[in-house]
């Protein structure tokens, strides 16, 4: 069988090289990646909230030598000694650029740099120069369906996305991909006021950005989110305690809790929800959407990034 008919992985194995690098932020490094692997993936057009995963040279600065032409890059990359794979995490695409010359990725890197949250990513994001390499897996370039997304608001007349630093160059590029006539507003907390970044979000969409300060993460998120919803008694939530290493994933298509997934009802209202950033801040907003407000899972995806008490995958 030719390669050209052979059935291919919707995702794709690919070399980047570091084209330039940025502090947005004082929370924020936004690194530009590119190369000519990078012309097969990603999906063109609207991005959304599309994931990639990124490995990181182990500490001996050598990247794995994985095979990049099979479809099976996870056993590969399994296959390679624990301690020479590298880490491998998961982000969100800020950007893609494609034009004549060719590809480029845009990463925003939130810093984790404090003792017991600072991980590898973090690590190389803070040191990141022009010419280091890493590996990018993300969804093959011509692959019919947007690879590695959630955000699928259907017919709604108006959204509330809401997610802390992490979640929030997701929200960024949901928001500028989106239609110029939707609806809405996007909560997102960050550490302080000089990490909100520009978002060319549309005019009906407004952006409400939440420095904590000091306070822990969700500490403004939650009781704004609940606020708005029109619940008085909001800042009297403390957010849920998750157990273990796994983090929260609830889609109106996948259920991380093992629920019953049925077909798609029609809305019960005329808003689509969107949730994302640490699991126990995320978890609290779940139980008061769906299990207080009576909000039908089918119109909320809640995604835990992070899980508070471990060392940041990022």
Known sequence: MSTDTQIRSPYVLTLAEVRGVERASPAYVRVTFGGVELDELGTLGEVFDARIKIVFPPESGALPPLDRTVDDWWGAYLAVPEGERGAMRTYSIRELRVTDAGT????????????GLSGPASRWANTATTGDE???????????????????????????????????????????????????????????????????????????????????????LIPTVLDHLGDTDAGEIAVTDIEGEDTVWETPDYSGLGEEI????????????????????VTTLRRHLVKDLGVDRAQVAFMGYWRRGVAMRG
């Open 134 to 220: 890493v590996l990018i897996v993300g969804p093959r370039r011509g692959r019919s369906d947007h690879g590695g997304t959630e955000w699928e608001p259907r017919e709604a007349g108006k959204v509330l996305l809401a997610g802390d630093e992490t979640a929030a160059p997701a929200i960024a590029r949901i928001l500028e991909d989106s239609p110029r006539e939707l609806r809405g507003i996007a909560f997102i907390e960050v550490p302080s006021a000089a990490d909100e970044l520009p978002i060319a979000a549309p005019a009906g969409v407004e952006v409400r950005w939440l420095a904590r300060g000091e306070e822990p993460h969700g500490s403004r």
């Open 262 to 281: 049925a077909p798609a009802p029609a809305p019960a209202s005329d808003c689509y929800y969107w949730i994302a950033g640490e699991s126990g801040v």
């Open 104 to 115: 480029e990725l845009v990463v925003d890197f939130v810093l984790h740099l404090a003792p």
